[in-house]
């Protein structure tokens, strides 16, 4: 089974925002709400600064703490990909996902669901990339089994050097930012 | 320097979190009570089943009143839920991870272990209703006339009291993403803040009633059954004294539990000491140091004690300080807890 994860290169991120506009139409993500977002980070003090810009999303953790706090299974890690997936029609809206996540990646559906990024579940289990990663126009966000050795995502982790969002939380994310 | 800008912008996530509003904290309050109640009623019982004089404690009765308040309780938690329709969910899963499919399941032994209780003394209290229901009095009978019955009755309730008290916090707790709650502290300081609010309820109930005899009406029947002791007298004064040293217990202990949280947070990570800042010189800093710790504890800690002396009257105003400083614990913690977060380093 593969172990699905994003790995995006903070040098070449523009911050363009085509991925949230991708993601927004795709699955038509109600107006007012996101599923990914672009973060710019500064460091320093001028003149030296250091700029990164992150496209961010769910980190399908290893670890998901919002799928340990549901009750009632509706926030579940998926089989294929291992991607954590939220079931609409078992949410009762208790919100303690929400408050679980420290990546602020879901929020409360106006049908009283919750949602959030399914590293677009309907594409990747056909092998097509995330809608995201498919319109990025800088080519700085990749998509792939991370337990295939071969893979693109493998390979770059192994030869670039990388960090996680919040990696003391012990979550385990899977979404990887090359530097 | 760090600088952080983002153009995530969902609603009750940005710009902090507050998917929690006020539901939460008035279930955690009233879930609370009905635990305290339910350890005092259990003690009691197993004190009944071993044979000790019925008139020499209270609080026997509480799971009539109890009832009602933890119905009330969970129809707050009920008006959060964003998808009511679903509520069933709950109870056609067991999540062993999660502490609120835990507290589901724990909510649903409480009630039968309360109506039982209720059962063994609503004839005193409700005469109008063993009257039209016979069977009601019969079942009742049949409880008292079996101490054994009584005492596994009384252990019940003491036991699902503390994992009720236990698991409003412990669900809270839980949560990595919010540095307030990660202390299991949380668990014992929101059972022993129930203990005394549960005390304090019985000590209002003395203030409600209108005299003797005890009244019998439906809500006045359920009110005086959380103080008279078994039959219809008025408790002797010895018992008062017995509940409020009782409190003063509770209360001291949880002003060293509250220490020992802010001393856990503060001796941890830096999420967690910018978190406990929260609370201690931030934006809760009153409400948690005049609402919880000098209204909620300090403050009827020392009318009562002055009461235990004869130095002034026995009033109820102690009983409402502590359930107003028991409402508030839940209230900051349950707000202060979403506005924290973790701290990302600084350094470079």
Known sequence: MPRFGMVIDTRKCVGCMDCVVACQTENDVPHGYCRDWITTEVRGEFPHLALEIRSERCNHCDNPPCVSCCPTGASHVEPVGMTVQVTSTKCIGCKACISACPYGARYVHPDGYVDKCTFCAHRTTEGRDPACVSVCPTHCMHFGDLDDPKSKVSELLRTRQWHTLLPEAGTRPRVFYLT | ?348
């Open chain 2, 1 to 348: 320097m760090l600088e952080i800008t983002t153009t995530r912008h969902n609603p009750l996530v940005d710009p902090h979190l507050a998917v929690w509003s006020w539901e939460i904290p008035v279930y955690l309050f009233l879930g609370g009570i009905v635990a305290g109640m339910m350890v005092l009623a259990g003690i009691n019982l197993i004190r009944l089943a071993r044979g000790d004089d019925p008139k020499r404690f209270f609080s026997v009765q509480t799971p009539i009143f109890a009832i009602a308040l933890l119905s009330l309780g969970m129809f707050a938690l009920f008006l959060d839920l964003a998808h009511k329709l679903y509520v069933w969910r709950v109870y056609v899963a067991f999540e062993p991870t999660s502490p609120m499919s835990w507290g589901s399941w724990v909510l649903l032994l409480v009630y039968p272990v309360l109506a039982a209780s209720a059962l063994l003394r609503l004839p005193d209290s409700w005469p109008w209703l063993a009257r039209a229901v016979p069977a009601v009095a019969r079942a009742s009978d049949g409880l008292i006339a079996r101490p054994g019955v009584v005492r596994m009755l009384g252990w019940a309730n003491v036991v699902l009291g503390v994992a009720l008290g236990i698991y409003t916090g412990i669900l809270l707790n839980t949560m990595v993403a919010r540095p307030l709650w990660n202390s299991a502290i949380l668990g014992p300081l929101f059972l022993f803040s129930g203990l005394s609010a549960g005390a304090a309820l019985i000590h209002l109930a003395t203030a409600v009633l209108p005299g003797r005899p005890a009244p019998q009406g439906p809500v006045t029947g359920a009110l005086a059954a959380l103080w008279q002791p078994m039959g219809r007298e008025a408790p002797p004064r010895s018992t008062g004294d017995q509940l409020t040293r009782a409190d003063l217990a509770f209360l001291a202990i949880e002003l060293v539990l509250i220490a020992l949280l802010l001393a856990n947070l503060y001796t941890s990570t830096a999420s967690h000491a910018a978190a406990a800042s929260l609370i201690a010189s931030g934006p809760y800093a009153l409400a948690f140091w005049g609402g919880v710790v000098l209204l909620g504890i300090v403050a009827p800690l020392a009318l009562q004690g002055l009461e235990l002396g004869r130095r002034i009257p026995h009033t109820v105003l102690p009983a409402l300080l502590v359930l107003v400083g028991g409402f508030t614990l839940r209230w900051v913690m349950v707000r202060a807890g979403q506005l924290s977060h973790i701290v990302q380093a600084t350094a470079n």
